[in-house]
């Protein structure tokens, strides 16, 4: 796989521990623990965290009473992968893009599903929602940074910047599949908003 903006040199060691340090950091994913917490995430089945980066969401769910056993995360860098593995040997760390398709076994989903903080960082995030849509049994959460007017799609053409409208991607999310049978969005913290996604078949 080629290497990502992910992978330069010292990039994630110096990433992981902005996430760790900084107090606008700790505040966004205290409010997204929160928040998890009062939407009754179900971590009793297979979740998956797609863009998992270093394994701090993976550190937020084990503080939920996610059991090691059950979390899958994937990411497309090598760099945080090795990060996160070397940190956490008891869970399972895989390669593996969000937006290129199948990203599991055909025929595998996961009972909920965590893609944080990853779709601002792509071009765009048609593929990545409808694989995510397609590979959730029950829910599905999903934070980006989004804005509530109605009309904010914006492409900067770089990987940075990307700021969407909540009421247009709650319409692409519903387009996806008929087994979406809800989404709602929550701003949490500086245009970080969530929207949990719940599935038809849960
Ligand atoms: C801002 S970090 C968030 C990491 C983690 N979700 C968190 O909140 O701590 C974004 C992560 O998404 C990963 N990523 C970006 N684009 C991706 C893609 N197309 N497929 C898989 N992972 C991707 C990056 O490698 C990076 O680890």
Same mark, same amino acid.
């Given at each position: 796989?080629?290497?990502?903006?992910?992978?330069?040199?010292?990039?994630?060691?110096s /990433?992981?521990?902005y996430?760790?340090?900084?107090?606008?950091?700790?505040?966004?994913?205290?409010?997204?623990?929160?928040?998890?917490?009062?939407?009754?995430?179900?971590?009793?089945?297979?979740?998956?965290?797609?863009? *998992?980066?270093?394994?701090?969401?993976?550190?937020?769910?084990?503080?939920?009473?996610?059991?090691?056993?059950a979390?899958?995360?994937?990411?497309?860098?090598?760099?945080?992968?090795?990060?996160?593995?070397?940190?956490?040997?008891?869970?399972?760390?895989?390669? *593996?893009?969000?937006?290129?398709?199948?990203?599991?076994?055909?025929?595998?989903?996961?009972?909920?599903?965590?893609?944080?903080? !990853?779709?601002?960082?792509?071009?765009?995030?048609?593929?990545?929602?409808?694989?995510? !849509?397609? !590979?959730?049994?029950s829910?599905?959460? /999903?934070?980006?940074?989004?804005?509530?007017?109605?009309?904010?799609?914006?492409?900067?053409?770089?990987?940075?910047?990307?700021?969407?409208? !909540?009421?247009?991607?709650?319409?692409?999310?519903?387009? *996806?599949?008929?087994?979406?049978?809800?989404?709602?969005?929550?701003?949490?913290?500086?245009?970080?908003?969530? /929207?949990?996604?719940?599935?038809?078949?849960?």
């Amino acid at each position: 796989m080629n290497k990502t903006p992910w992978d330069h040199a010292g990039a994630a060691e110096s /990433i992981d521990t902005y996430w760790r340090t900084s107090p606008l950091e700790i505040e966004w994913r205290s409010k997204l623990k929160a928040c998890l917490k009062e939407s009754k995430i179900d971590l009793t089945g297979h979740v998956l965290d797609a863009g *998992c980066g270093t394994g701090l969401i993976y550190e937020m769910l084990i503080e939920l009473g996610m059991k090691p056993e059950a979390y899958c995360g994937i990411d497309h860098s090598e760099a945080m992968l090795a990060l996160a593995r070397w940190r956490h040997k008891e869970a399972v760390f895989m390669q *593996c893009p969000v937006d290129e398709g199948e990203i599991v076994p055909e025929d595998y989903r996961f009972d909920t599903t965590l893609c944080i903080s !990853v779709l601002q960082h792509m071009k765009s995030y048609e593929n990545a929602i409808r694989t995510l !849509v397609d !590979v959730t049994r029950s829910t599905l959460y /999903i934070a980006t940074w989004l804005h509530n007017a109605p009309d904010v799609i914006r492409f900067d053409g770089t990987y940075y910047g990307n700021t969407y409208s !909540v009421t247009r991607m709650l319409a692409f999310v519903s387009s *996806c599949s008929k087994r979406v049978m809800c989404a709602d969005c929550k701003m949490l913290f500086m245009q970080n908003g969530i /929207i949990v996604v719940r599935m038809k078949d849960a």
